[in-house]
């Protein structure tokens, strides 16, 4: 390769998927749209509808898990097959819908650009009018308050999964301290001890259309407990 020509950043946009098969297709398509350069990779956690054949005939490539293993363990698949493959940069969204591909460039563009190894895509910078119901926008201001304090920065949007990952960052969250279940508030604390720096970024997020949340039932208790001791944890780390 003639050293005037530079080396293309290698892009990898992972999507943990549990039984998207009525969305699935549709996010990979917009995805490779609006990120034409990217691999695609859908993270098939054990679902038992059409989400792999879906994935797959949307071009996207899969990995599919046995049996359903979790949202952290699933995003970490996704991890390890980016520092396998040697990607530079990962960004990782949902697969139901509710994360808009349009603001995948601008993710992209504030990791490479911007000086932070971790850019969050917000839902309360602005973009939109995003509305979550009330216990989950009660546990959402919890753990704003808390990360913003143990960051020592302003955190607005703590829960977010719409994020893009430098490969520093990567290598951090590919090791066995990554939780399995719910990596949310902790993490961004346990990166910001770690020495990444992170960073927000204004995007829009649409409603969940199905109605399907990990925050339903007596789940959010749950959530809030385990978050709460993970948090703790995390800073007794050294």
């Not at 859908?42 to 994935?55: H, P, Y």
């Not at 390890?80 to 139901?96: A, S, T």
């Not at 490969?167 to 279940?181: I, N």
């Amino acid at each position: 390769m003639p050293e005037s020509q530079e080396r293309k950043d290698k892009i990898l946009i992972v999507i943990p998927a549990f039984n998207e098969e009525e969305k699935i297709h549709v996010v990979v398509q917009e995805i490779r749209r609006e990120v034409p350069e990217a691999v695609v990779l859908v993270v098939n956690d054990g679902s038992r509808d059409q989400t792999e054949s879906r994935a797959r005939a949307a071009g996207a490539k899969v990995l599919t898990h046995p049996f359903n293993m979790g949202y952290g363990v699933t995003l970490q698949t996704g991890y390890k097959f980016g520092l396998k493959h040697g990607f530079d940069y990962v960004l990782q969204m949902d697969g139901d819908g509710q994360h808009d591909p349009r603001y995948l460039p601008v993710l992209f563009r504030e990791i490479r650009e911007g000086g932070a190894d971790v850019v969050i895509g917000s839902r309360f910078l602005g973009e939109g009018n995003y509305r979550a119901a009330r216990l989950r926008q009660m546990g959402i201001c919890l753990f704003r308050f808390l990360a913003s304090r143990l960051c020592g920065q302003k955190i607005t949007d703590p829960t977010s999964g719409y994020q893009a990952l430098n490969r520093r960052a990567v290598e951090f969250c590919a090791r066995d301290s990554f939780p399995g279940d719910y990596p949310d508030a902790d993490v961004l604390v346990m990166m910001h001890r770690a020495g990444l720096r992170l960073r927000e970024v204004p995007v829009h997020m649409h409603p969940n259309f199905q109605g399907r949340s990990m925050h339903s039932g007596l789940k959010p208790l749950y959530y809030t407990y385990k978050m709460c001791l993970s948090i703790g944890l995390s800073l007794l780390r050294k």
